[in-house]
């Protein structure tokens, strides 16, 4: 569970992110694994009941899912689903706190091809090198 949140999060923080922030933010959000870990160990220090330590985790992850609500959907994912006013009034809300602020109307997106957005996963499985990577992938994820 906690891979495929860091995934999401991570994928959410690629799309969002632009030019040399891509990488200060895509690396830095691997330090959130030590950092998590140093605080759990903290609790279990703190908290030497199990009960209260279980409760103090599930409480940082229900702040976590509590923050979703404010968090607004990536524009690209918007875009791929022709959702265009909102992924310009997104953009703008964004160019306006970082201080360059930009009217939604003065936003041009383009709808993107038919083509691009069909698929699913038996056309993965079919190529055979994406099958064994995805079939890898899958072990893993499972196994750890």
Known sequence: MAIACYTAAFVWTMEVAAGKWKIY???????SWPVCR????GLAYGFRD????????SALVAVGAVILFWLPESPRWLIARSRMDEAKKILSDASKRNGKPVEPEQIVLTKPSAGGSKGSFL???RHPTLRLHVLIMYFNWFTT
């Open 25 to 31: 933010l895509g690396m830095s959000m691997n330090y």
């Open 50 to 57: 199990w009960h209260w330590h279980l409760r103090c985790i």
């Open 38 to 41: 140093l605080i759990i160990a």
């Open 123 to 125: 056309d993965i499985m």
